[in-house]
């Protein structure tokens, strides 16, 4: 398992336990999916995800999944 999907996976269960009230995607197109067919309320982005951008992302949400909050996340692994 990549790193930063142990991340993810280790934020979401920390802040929800529930599997149905919070998403999670590797990049922009998956945010948009998950967010349309989950209509989650946080999905957890990494600023370092493929396109979309998490900033076109942010813009997204609103519009297409009013609900859905975005969260952004960033991690390097150098010091």
Not at 45 to 56: A, C, D, I, Q
Not at 58 to 68: F, G, I, R, S
């Amino acid at each position: 398992m990549a790193y930063d999907t142990l991340v993810r996976r280790g934020i979401r269960n920390t802040l929800v336990p529930a599997e149905d009230v919070m998403g999670e995607a590797v990049g922009g197109s998956q945010a948009h999916r998950t967010g349309l067919e989950m209509q989650p309320y946080m999905l957890l982005l990494n600023l370092n995800m493929p396109e979309p951008s998490p900033s076109e992302t942010q813009a997204y949400l609103p519009e297409n999944c009013p609900d859905v909050k975005g969260v952004m996340l960033m991690a390097y692994d150098d010091a």
